[in-house]
């Protein structure tokens, strides 16, 4: 039977929960509406072992085999998300604990601590009968590893947590004093002279130190990547394609820099509505950069959402979910799943948003999805031949600083997702400039301008590597709160930003923050005014090669720089000291120009215009996010395949329609 | 001595906390101000039984017998809301557990398990004494069983609850397999494999499932009425008359229909400000429709409430409390008592209005009660030999389905009991239609019209003595939100709504929060516009007996049925898939007027009109719930017993006055 | 070597954070910035005390000779407040424990728990050895017990508490008969028949008994107190001069009456910002009028605060840290300590202000301080020789009723710090009337005008004391809220207001919450109209001395006096039953006018001034607080020994500054 190709759209399919005369129905129906990928097993352990070491497969083969025989390609998912009751009764040392040492008990999901050794092996357990059972499976295209790690709960303050915690520290540090020089602890009587007296953050008085509390965040990030890579070398061993895990990067704070980095691609659930474009592209951009294949969008919402109980609810505009899963797909992905395929008759999430009612019927959402899949199969031969050229400007994106800033805001009001959006990521969308959000691990010298606010702690060899690039040309803008701390999350002794400072020909004089008063500054570029936000470094040039770029007009540095650009030997670094007012981005825009970044082209707001390249073909995907229409100026002219219409120059589009424009020569 | 005759007018007393000398004054205070009803024993167990097994009685006997020389009727409490010190030191066993398994200690009230056996035991033995004390006494009118079951604390997670739970389980369901297939357990690996593996709602990995938590709601219910049933039992066998509890319903959300059952006669305590008249009135329509007997108010306030803190606190306007003492006793009600009689010295409760202060001095509200005194004198016998006669409006209010709702609201904002009001409840009261408020026991046959929203679970029998009643003539209104979960709360497989879809000529083809759209709709009946809130099903007839009765203009359904109107054999449905705009009720006049239902008279928005007949009189009870005073078109003639003034056709009331109209041929 | 004399100028000090070589150069910055007073050694026992019985005092020794050589001054802390790791990982029976039964573990600071016995013999253990130390080191000024008794934690449920707790009830009752009746047990079946019966206010049903909290909090209040009384014993007897704790309040809410009874000096820590005056303010007068001796602040900031994450955060307008030092000495203090002196690079405050960055630069804020300084040099001999006059007005704060009225607020929204502030003390303060804060002890015969409002427990002593003061000529303003509970937080039976009521010519007849009506009032004494606020007594006169002086004009006591003036012998007593409008303090100023209370002088508003007199030089200490600059008419003649200009009548002040006015005859 013929696999099907990418694009691939669907949804996540519970056949466990239903009777299984009502599956035939479920794909038929899949195959009317041209849905051809759907996603299960995902929590499905106790069909799958009904008590201990009682397996049985042949219902999930059943069902596996009737969607490769309709031609709908399977994602096939690990359980690992739900332990079933007689495992957590049998075994509570698995049990994940809240702070209050209160273990969460069986009856919702991600009880499972990510630390203990028990539970690791019952984890493998049932993977390796997995791969066993399915590694080979013709109809199975890919592998969900557990279903995202650190939802709900991210942290376990099990016994077993915090020994491996201590093991983990031992193994950083290597002795205490190191660990005691590291973290500064002769304040408050901090000073351990065991291993064991370190704690796991519970609860003390006042609260704990904030390089402990930084550690312990990175220590439980490490555990659930850990874990998920158990899972990935036993698939992986077994020969099973395409092996990732969803993630969730905002709600979820694990370091997915780490845990992605051995899966073989990325995946993610994005739940934004349609209208959210600038949140649904930063997930795009991050997914993109971050692995040289296309990504996957495990789970998005056909309509409304809600979670068991009320959560994010939104109807969608008629004609906006195709309008999104346009989005998702253009900017470089292969997978557009939904979430859920048939509506739930049980459990704790009834009041889902679904492809079919739970009586079998298609939702409103439906039709959307169906006309999606027509574009996929108009426009399937171009997506596959082309991707996304790269971007000439970047965004850092530092999990390990949103912790440390998260914990310490600095100021009230303080979010680090929240102000790189709004000041940095979202300017940049706006304005039709493509651009990759990158991880400290990415590479600078692919970009003509890299932005990297917030990046509380520095490492030094991305530092190094930066400045490499800026000798080679780059425009790095550095800041605010950029090299604040150690990666030990303390301060410095003898500056203010550590390597950065001492790299570069300043001097942080001053520091405080912005609130309640946002003194004005003076852009020097062009003599105009803006306003500082959030938190206010003061500079000093240490020579010639520095100049102030942004000078406070007021406030208790009145006259002083609070921004800077320095001539870096090939390169420019615009080194920021507050936060520009994310209302007025022309200081951005400034900066592009000079460094010759051009838009992809013009267009009316809320048509978005999608370079596409690949070996033989060439092209723009563009699309109406707004769902007012408008038009774009196309550099070129060629053949819409969804439409069928030649496109030269002007491209006008329909509220919230798509187009899939092929250059023609 | 001659027994006072209802109505009764008083309070509740403490006397153990009061040296023995004050009672004698307290009693003749009381009869000077015309209370002719104390309540005792409330809290009084470690006065009663010092130490185990050391009772004493006499001061009780002592009080009671004093009430009873000045005509005062007693009602007599058990004490049971409050262990002794002694008891719970000794039997730690019997303590409720909040979720997170910490005992609720000695030191406030309602601190026992309603699960535990050796509660259960104990509480009997001080019952049982009680009984053998005073079951006789000619001064008592009547029992309270504890006080306020599940106020401040209405579920334990203790091991007796914990093993009561499971077999309470087993005895539903008989076998696992039935659970888990009703429950749908196949979702999130929530099957069970042995009895103890299932949990109680305490702290799990996100939320528990909702048909465990609907169980374990239905479970806690079921323990605080056995416990009632129990000192039921032993108070009847022994002679004791008028044996009741109090509740509170909407603070409490325990399942009265159950608890009630078997009791004598409704009691409830009432702590709306007497502004808030729909709030009152709601209370009075089911405590009337409960039980074919005059209900008793147990507790209200005086004047300023408070509770040992600061709670609800509000200053009534003067003759409001009259006039709330009026409304309580006009809609069937022959008990109208305060809390408390004198103000507290000491404990939890000093900051709360009272008859007298601490000091034995009456306060304001006292003059209220006074002239309410001297009104139920003189319309005393017409009070007797009257009733309110049977609406022929009715509402459901069924606690189960507010669980259900409660724990997932389908949409933000919802509460179950603030919605049935506003949209159905007060828009009866506002156009001056007597109504019944119904569990899902009461007699559709009784009524013209029957309101059934929010239903969600519509047992079966219920359905089918509505379309009984349907057959027979009844216009039902039913939905929105009605019949959407099964016994178990889950959702259906082969429809939206189940038994209720099934059994009519529709189909629920579609489904969506109204949330953030409101969309507007066109009643088809006389084409005015309305808007659709909270919720949208969308219909579909499948045959000509259903009509559209609304149709949304604009939005995801736009064009479809939101509402139908369906012709059943002999009666007729009005199928509502949305909440119409509180804020215009014209809709559900219309259903009225075409019912044949009207208002007791017309009268100035702000005055009451009450009927009343019996066997040999009849009349009218009129008063002023706004304070602005009015007229109200009497259809009739008469004699106001309250001023003796004749009364004919129109009745003038000043600002918070009442009257008593005999009607004389 | 000279010791440096007062007022002390400088900052708290935290040298075993540092490499001993920047030692050095923090001392010299020190001297260069005019300050001459470090505190150390506050939090650091695992330095001092590595392991068990491993000391070493040698490198604190070092700084404070190198502070002594220097000539600056040394406040020596213990370091109580932080204990070690190895400490409470050995004895885990000294933590404190939450409500809940968990313990305060090792990462924060305050987590013992002050009723432990053996808690109290680790604290004798240090404080012991550093008396040895240190007690006759001659670079040390003052002593330091641990730092703010009661922040973040002021109570503790453990085992040592809870049996503490007991035996601290059985002193108090002697026996359980007398608690009963004291407490009221017999509501509630609260009564107890064994010691042990009674609980800490852990979780119950509902809320704990107010009369079990009241003693409760006292009980623990005492235990910190008697903590501290354990130190002050150990370092007084070793000679250590000038033995003090370090206040806080409003934050902490123990009983500083209490708990500075028998230490050497007050001392105080201080975060309001500069602008806050009349909080400053509040803060100099109870400290100035608790002892006989010039107060120290501890702590203020220097700039914006911030605690370890994000807490109040204020930017110093420039002057404005010089004019609040300027307050904080002319009001009676020799002390002005900012926290910190060099910024921390790690651990939990790192963001807060400091005299010196981290990297050992000055702050802006240290250029005010070095300014500071030198005013204090200028004006040194007159601080020194000089001393604030006795004011004639005091207003009472009482800890204990505090207590009471936080649990019980009686009204929502009653606050007692903020109500006695903005109806009483803030008046005073903005009509530049001087006053002191007395407690409960302080005697009212040193003042023309006493008032006393919201002494819910007001004890007999202290009535008859005041009356014995209103013979002799006292004007004093009693109430509201004084007076209203027992000395057990009780009630009275017999009336309102307990022995006041009992020993003035008048009865309270009614009693009613203000909330919602604030009935308007008359004041008698000028026929203007002001608003009664929170909570209105009602009075009725028994004879001719009580004359109302404010009447209810609607409300439930229309007509009815809602306070009395009451000729008592020698004097007269304003009898408040209402909190009087804080927004119209002129019933206050007649009150004053009538007792002959004039300001200190004339002044544009935001000029504060204060007299100064001492044995043979008299003058004024003025500045501007506001920023907005102004002018003062000082009684006299004489210069200014800041600017040295000679000032004669008016004295004029720019925008945050002060003059320092030596009379000259």
């Known amino acids: 039977m013929p696999k099907p190709l990418p694009p691939y759209l669907g949804a996540a399919y519970y056949p466990e ?27 499905a352990w106790s069909r799958m072992e009904r008590r201990e070491g009682e397996y049985d497969f042949g219902w999930l083969h059943h069902v596996v085999d009737r969607l490769g025989a309709a031609e ?48 690791r092996e019952l984890s493998a357990g049932i993977v390796s009968r997995m791969a066993a059972e399915f590694a080979t499976d013709p109809a199975i295209i890919g592998w969900q590893i557990d279903n995202e790690f650190g939802c709900h709960i991210n942290e376990s303050f099990s016994q077993s947590a915090i020994t491996r915690w201590r093991q983990w520290l031992r193994k950083l540090y290597g002795d205490l004093d190191t660990l005691n020089a590291s973290w500064g602890t002769e304040l408050w009587s901090q000073y351990y002279t065991e291993w064991d007296e370190i704690p796991a953050p519970v609860q003390c008085g006042y609260q704990h130190h904030p390089s402990l509390r930084f550690r312990w965040k990175q220590f439980m990030s490490e555990m659930y990547a850990e874990s998920c890579r158990e899972q990935y070398g036993i698939l992986s061993a077994a020969g099973c394609p395409n092996v990732t895990t969803d993630g969730m990067p905002n709600f979820h704070r694990l370091d997915y820099e780490d845990m992605f980095r051995d899966l073989d691609l990325i995946a993610n659930n994005c739940y934004f509505p349609p209208e959210q474009y600038a949140g649904i592209v930063g997930e795009c951009d991050w997914m993109r950069a971050a692995k040289p294949r296309p990504y996957w969008f495990t789970e998005s919402a056909t309509g409304w959402t809600g979670g068991g109980q009320v959560g994010s609810l939104y109807l969608p505009r008629p004609g906006s979910v195709r309008a999104r899963g346009w989005l998702m797909t253009a900017l470089g992905g292969e997978m557009v799943l939904y979430w859920l395929y048939r509506g739930h008759w049980s459990g704790q999430e009834m009041l889902h948003g679904s492809v079919l009612h739970p009586w079998g019927e298609p939702t409103p959402g439906a039709q959307e999805i169906a006309s999606l899949g027509e574009d996929f199969v108009k426009a399937g031969d171009f997506l596959r031949n082309t991707r996304v050229p790269g971007p000439q400007v970047a965004v850092h994106y530092h999990t390990p600083s ?104 300043i001097r942080v004089v001053q520091q405080f923050p912005a609130t309640g008063i946002d003194p004005p500054v003076i852009w020097t570029d062009n003599c105009t005014r803006g306003k500082a936000t959030l938190w206010c470094d003061v500079f000093e040039a240490e020579d010639d090669a520095a100049q102030p770029l942004a000078i406070y007009e007021s406030g208790p540095a009145a006259g002083k720089p609070g921004a800077m650009t320095i001539d870096f030997v090939g390169g420019t670094i615009k080194l920021l000291g507050f936060l520009p007012d994310p209302a007025d981005p022309g200081w951005l825009r ?21 370079p596409r390249i690949g070996a033989s073909e060439r092209g723009w995907i563009a699309f109406d996010w707004k769902g007012l229409g408008g038009h774009a100026v196309i550099p070129g002219a060629g053949t819409d395949l969804l439409s069928g219409a030649p496109v030269c120059g002007v491209l006008s589009l329909f509220p919230y329609d798509a187009a899939v424009v092929r250059e023609e020569p």
Chains 1, 2, 3 share one sequence.
């Open 590 to 610: 400034r900066i592009l120009a000079d460094a010759g970044v051009e838009p992809v082209c013009q267009a009316t707001e809320g048509i978005a215009v999608v």
């Open 72 to 119: 709908i390609a399977v994602v096939m998912c690990t359980p690992t998300a739900t332990p079933p009751a007689w495992l957590t009764r049998r075994y509570p040392e698995v049990l994940a604990l809240s702070a209050d040492g209160r273990p969460y008990g069986h009856g919702g999901r991600r009880h499972a601590c990510p630390a203990s050794p028990k539970w």
């Open 17 to 43: 929960a239903w009777p299984v005369e009502t599956i035939d129905d479920d794909i038929a129906r899949a195959q009317e509406l041209g849905i051809n990928c759907l996603r299960v097993g995902e929590f």
């Open 402 to 505: 949103s912790w440390i800033l998260d914990h310490e805001p600095q100021v009230p009001g303080f979010q680090y997702d929240r102000c790189l959006n709004e000041s940095f990521h979202r300017p940049l969308v706006e304005a039709n400039i493509l651009r990759d959000v990158i991880w400290s691990g990415g590479n600078p010298r692919d970009y003509k301008v890299l932005f990297t606010p917030f990046m509380a702690c520095l490492p030094a060899e991305v530092l190094h590597e930066i400045l490499d690039a800026v000798r080679e040309g780059l425009t790095w803008v550095v800041g605010p709160l950029t090299g604040i701390r150690s990666e030990d999350a303390t301060r410095f002794r003898h500056n203010a930003l550590g390597d950065l400072e001492d790299a570069l020909p």
